[in-house]
């Protein structure tokens, strides 16, 4: 197994960045020079000056310390929101094609609708309405992004009802139930999995557009949040966005690096031209 | 020599890539009278859609390696240029493919491939006259004229093979190459299909290479057959001949693990092994390790014996040293 | 291919229906209410409080509202804005010109610009240019919209100076007729930039995998055993069948292209729909809200809808 992630190199880099990611979540009060919520002395200070390496904002947080405590609210809010979403997505999706006939139909109606959906919108007005925490943020996204990940596991069990292991252990007179959770889902589920670092890339995304608009949770230190706060101060201190910035373009890469590598490893089709 | 249409000498084919080399095809040598239908048969991986592949130059340059030659109508089928090879592409050499369902743009009408084809080598050719050729050419292959403006789906795997046999047809070419043409299809379909290109052979003054791994299409539809294992042609000859008495062992495997419908019911035999390995070289004879009347001597390298009547076998019980 | 034309109707309509009643429910039964709003923090009259409510039909029953609702929309009147006191239509109706300029603009130009680059790396694979652009593809695809749009302004209007920063017009200086024109444009440029390099990265995707997958098919070595030339070989056929699922992300592209312009819009100050949205939110003011949202919905339904149409006009498969 090693030898296949080394090889793919998109993979390799999505691990070792996941890695790098969750090493600097947990450790994040020791790597980080200062408390990011001290609201110290240096206020606006630029790069480098008073010994803060990207320098600070209004309130004299350490912007460095800030960004690498926000790697810690971005985690989770990609690991539940993702979490939830893939439930939900196997759930549905694995009753939908395994149980087949009026109940597919009915599903993938609900799914396709449910599809159209403006979802940003969805959850903006949810968040504003129902309230900013963290944690509203995590499930309605988790709520609202599902329809993917049942799609493809409605595929997979489409295809997988029709092996023989399945049959016979109809056969053998499991009921449909027990099926469902013993063979289809753990079988079909791995491309939910490589779709789930996808949906983890966009549940940063969204987190942090929740928080520029406002709407994020003022109490958690987050990378949209530093972005919101640094939009008043663009001209003057534009540190205090940019680098905020920066760090969700490199995660959310090494969340899609992984997602590719694993698709490669699942799917290694690499046809050029026709072979012997 | 006018009577020879396709001439075949030391070809060889090899895929080569970052890793490794491929011996696909090693040192083929048969030739093809005017009227001949040759079947190539083999195994899966034995090297003959390859070596089809080969001859059309259809393989992707960057990782193909192709030596000897192949004299199609006086020219070197290996040696041409791109442009010259276009210009005998479809006029004089046509292939049809196996895997007919997905062999015609999905989101274009037949007629409009018909007339892109034909236009290919006969650029001022009017609408009216293409359709009436290629009509002519689905009477001949019982498909009603109806077919023409439909799209590719709307058409049955049988009737897309007939379609896709009538565009080779188009241009009356003098050698036509069938690479598993039939093998999709059901054994009825597989039968009317044969019947109507035997016929059509007979009418239009061609020839065929019929490229398959069924035995028995070759009994049916072609006069001379080429064996062919790993990459080499290990027996070739007239049909009759060889079928009535098969010569290399690996022949005699290959019918003995066809039924016969008459006769008394025997266990059917399958050769034991696998196929080699065809990145690397071999000292002796390929086919030894599988083959139950290996001797020493088969750890040379056989030599193509040639018998009587356009035979050739590649195996050291006929012949070569003792 | 009709009766496909009246399903996809009908699925549209059911969306939109159901889109309506949950956009309804969740609004009309989340915490805070507009009266409070506009009674003011320190009121609490009970006597104000029931006539706002009159006033506004918030004391009838939730089904009652809904229905009442439904009848008044399909006449076009979409209610009175409870903060701004004017009629929801005519707001929206200012508001969304300028936004549907940034949709269509950023949804052709990436459509044209991410396809185009996706071909030309599919031809090209492996060389210099499919690495470059797909190294690029891959970092634009990882940017949040609303932080490019602020990197974007700081490169140039802060630092180069050569771009205004914010609004649509410069509102100092009354231009007309091309003038006018040209300064718009002249504001447009950033703000559609920012969408065009967010949207690129889904275009080159399906359109490199796409191109890569036709040309390997079946039916193309067919043609080339033909002697076709490679020109009209890619032209006509690798192209008209590799374009179709671009079509579909088409569709996709402009669905998130209405529904995500918010965060650009607010970046750029640009007056559109989409900072009505927000601080219609902020104040819960419910007839605003429910009013673009329901022309948000129909306007995704349609463009899928007609996506849908145009795709099946393409690709003869779908008709049957």
Redo the contacts between chains.
Sequence with gaps: MIRTIVNDKQLLFGILGLIFLLLVAVLAPVIAPEDPYYYGPDVLNKLGENGHLLGTNKMGQDIFSMIIHGTRTSLKVAVISAFISGILGMLIGGVAGYFGGQVDRAISEFINIFMMLPTFFLILLIIALFGNSIYNVMVVIGITTWPSNAKLMRAQALSLRERTFVKAATAMGESRLQILFKYIIPNGVFPVIANTTVGMSNAILTEAGLSFLGLGDPNIISWGQMIYDGKAYLTSAWWIATFAGIAIVITVTIFYLLGDGLNHVMNPKRSKGKGV | MDNVILDVRNFNVTYVNKYKKVYAVKDANFSINRGDSLGIVGESGSGKSTMAMALLRLLPEKSTEISGSAYFLGKDLVKLSEEELKKLRWKELSVVFQKSMNSLSPVHRIRTQVEDIYRVHNPKATREEIAERFIHLLKLVNLSDRVYNLYPHELSGGMLQRVSIAISLINNPKLLIMDEATTALDVVTQGQILDEVVKMEKEMDMTRIMITHDMSVVATSCNKVAVMYAGEIMELGYVKDVLKKPMHPYTKGLMASFPSLKGKKEKLQSIGGFLPDLSKKYEGCIFAPRCSSAMDICQKKPPVIEMENGRTVRCHLYGGER | MRKYLVKRLL?GL??IV??FV??FL??NL???DPIKTLMGKESDDPVLRAALEEKYGLNKPLHIQFFSYLKTAMRGDLGISIIYNRPVADMIAEKLPATILLVLTSGVLSLIIGTAMGIVAARKEGTFIDVLFSGFS??L????????G??L??IFS?VLNILPTYGMNDARASYTGMAYVLDVIKHMILPVGTLVLIEIPMYYRIAKSSVLQVT????I?????????EK?IFN??IF??AI?PTVTIFGISL??L???V??IE??FAWPGTGRL??TA??Q?DYPT?MGI?LI??VS??VV?IVVDIVYAI????IR?
């Design positions: 699925t059911l969306t159901i889109a949950i956009n969740i609004i989340a915490p805070g891959y970092i695809n990882s940017m949040p919209s609303f932080w490019l602020l990197m302004i700081i802060t390997n098919e079946d039916y070595l067919t043609l080339r055993a033909t002697g076709m030339s009209k006509k056929y008209r069948n179709l669905a998130y209405i529904t995500g918010s965060l607010t970046v949205v927000l939110i902020n819960r809200l949202y948000m919905s995704i339904a899928m393409l690709d003869p498969r049957y």
